[in-house]
């Protein structure tokens, strides 16, 4: 056997061994089938077996990782590394500017990361977070990392583009109240908005009520001008800009096929696919975050992007190369490719790039007052599924938009109020999906609340009864009480703003 053979036997082993130690993780447990409801007369078709599929999945991870991905140059590899140590500097430097933009100072990030030092002890010396930790541990509630950043981001290695704001846009119109003493009740116990910031896990808090902005809170050195990473909050704002592209024309119906818009998804595993299909997670490709695809595909997008094309593959190639294990349509499943193909969507329909598309349909005509990054891969092609770096005052607004049913503060009608119905409607029997269109319940469907949502807790909340939207960035993935207390706290400011407007 050739050199080059054993090098794609012995790499794709590493990454499949890898990948597979991993474990599973709530990511996983939200990612299994989900049948759709009985149809009056017919029968329940049964969801695919997860362990039987996943052992198949692995086979196909040796021949990503492997027959598709590794070079079989020897004097090319070692050029591509050769070069890696000058990349892993701007790598570095990309990151820290990324989270913390101060691009005047000798060491990107130096202040910034001063000030999260320091927010950290005091928060350590109050005594504040021990009491929390010491609170949440007697409810069998945990938080695993109690780290100061979103320390995940820091080890994704893809390049971003700008995401251009308006410089004339208006700012918020202001109503700003001291929220810091509302309580709010969880798990028996009584806090207050500031004890919510003590458990060291949130970095930032804001809220608007009625279209004012009433109040926002950092911690961890994270202020106003931080771009968070959302994550799979990046979800719900695709498939927002889809629906104004349907609004415009360029895509005639969701029920098309995605293969009549991307003729390159033809005789793969996304024939067949609709739009809706991609845009209720029910494509029937198979798809598990973590441990599976989302790293493999990180890994294999970030060495391609590092090598120069050597070794990986493009956001394209990866979500090619996916297997399907149900028919187009008929289970929900928690699915990052189907949102990245609707990212490819919008690029073939539009013709420009998504950051661009983004800045143009929704950034600028809302009035975002800050510019956003978005993730690329090594041909500028959006990951789309994450990815969306942003400021808590712009995705605070950005909910919203969806609140005034898709208008502006000024009254523009930005995403069509029909699709923003669409995007919040669980009734399968009126068209809609589990999570509607990557936007899922807060609560119970039946209340009407309902949030954007990110690894890390990353939250874009909405309840409409109480006129209220709030924003929540979190740096925890492993925090169990994080989503149902947000909830809470929320619900609290909600009903305490809606009080005092009454008043």
Known sequence: MDTSAWRRLLGAAVVTLALAACGTSAETEQARTQPEPQEPGGTTPEPPNE????AAELLHMVERSGLYSL??????????????????????????GRLYPTPNEFIPGFGPLLAMLQARAELLLSGGQATRLLQDATDFEFSILLLPVEATTAIVILPTQVVRANPAAA?????????????????????????????????????????????DDYQNGFNSKTRHHMWSVTKSVTTSLVGIAVAE??????????????????????????????????????????PVHQPEQLVLMGADYHSNGLVGMTRDEYLLRLTRVSPPGEFYRYNSGDAQMLAWLLERVYQRPYAQILSEKIWQPAGMQDDALV?????????ASMGLHATPRDMVRFGELHRRGGRSIDGRQIIPAAWVAASHNYDKASGGGPRGYMWPHLGEAESGNYTAEGYGHQLVSVMPALNVVGVRFGNDPVDTIAQKEWEAVLAAVGKHLEAGAAD
Do not use: C
């Open 71 to 96: 070079p079989s140059d020897p004097a090319q590899a070692l050029l591509a590394l050769s070069t890696m140590p000058e990349q892993l500097g701007q790598i570095i430097a990309m990151h820290l």
């Open 51 to 54: 362990g039987v599929i996943l």
């Open 171 to 215: 700012a918020l119109p202001e109503a700003k109240q001291d929220l810091g003493q509302i309580t709010y009740e969880v798990n028996g116990r009584t806090r207050t908005v500031d004890q919510f910031m003590q458990s060291g896990s949130t970095n930032a808090i804001a809220f608007m009520h009625k279209g004012r902005f009433i109040y």
């Open 375 to 383: 993730m690329v891969d090594r041909l500028g092609n959006t990951f």
């Open 249 to 290: 024309g360029l895509v005639d119906s969701i029920h098309d096929p995605i293969t009549k818009y991307i003729a390159e998804a033809s005789g793969t595993v996304w024939e067949g696919v609709s739009v809706e299909d991609l845009l209720q997670m029910e494509s029937g490709t198979y798809w598990v975050d973590v």
